[in-house]
């Protein structure tokens, strides 16, 4: 699974577009993330990255931590699936974006 997430987490570095970030307080984003949209962390944080889902509505995030405090949402998306691995399909749409 921790590998699976480090896939995840390198398809979506690459699909991220390239329009502006939207970037905030970390504390403020987070809580943002869980009350807006019902995310919550997948798996452990890694390094400076971490997705962020809801296997409820399907949404993802994944988020840029900086050391100023800040955090940066690179890229969002649907589709993140209910008790289960990501499926191939999904990956492949990520890198496609």
Known sequence: MRQMIKIFISSLMLAAPAAAQTCMDAQELEASLIDWYGET???AQD???QVWASETSGTW???EYRETGEACVLS????WPKNGPLPTN???EL???
């Open 76 to 79: 969002t998306g649907e589709g």
């Open 90 to 92: 999904l990956m492949a």
């Open 47 to 49: 390094t400076d990255f």
């Open 61 to 63: 995030s994944m988020v």
């Open 41 to 43: 962390p997948v798996g």
């Open 95 to 97: 890198s496609a974006e």
